[in-house]
């Protein structure tokens, strides 16, 4: 099992910026790509990018690409998600996931979800 924790959500005026954090724990060793993704209210679930944790490429969607970089610390078993020039249409409440099979779109583990609210 793989548990995750999400923080760093909050508050953030139109054209601010957040960090997001999630940190892994347990059997680590087994995660292959960890990715974000977000729901806003009435809203289906969508993607928002990932990371191949051994590569350390990322992915985006369309819809964050040139405003969000995900990164991350392989000593602290985190992934980022760095959030930048934000508009009211990224409140959501934001999830982290890992898979342990990077080729896989689906993902084995989710965190709790930590919300961003974006004041225009």
């Known amino acids: 099992q793989v548990q995750l924790v999400e923080s760093g959500g909050g508050l953030a005026q139109a054209g601010g910026s957040l960090r997001l954090s999630c940190v892994a724990s347990?059997?680590?060793?087994?995660?292959?790509?960890m990715g974000w993704f977000r729901q806003a209210p009435g809203k289906e679930r969508e993607f928002v990018g990932r990371i191949i944790w051994s590569l350390g490429a990322t992915y985006y969607a369309d819809s964050v690409k040139g405003r969000f970089s995900i990164s991350r610390d392989n000593a602290k078993n985190t992934v980022y998600l760095q959030m930048n020039s934000l508009n009211a249409e990224d409140t959501a409440v934001y999830y982290c996931?890992?898979?342990?099979?990077?080729?896989?779109?689906?993902?084995?583990?989710w965190g709790q979800g930590t919300q961003v609210t974006v004041s225009s």
């Open positions: 347990g059997r680590t060793y087994s995660v292959q790509a």
């Open positions: 996931a890992a898979n342990t099979n990077w080729r896989k779109s689906t993902y084995d583990y």
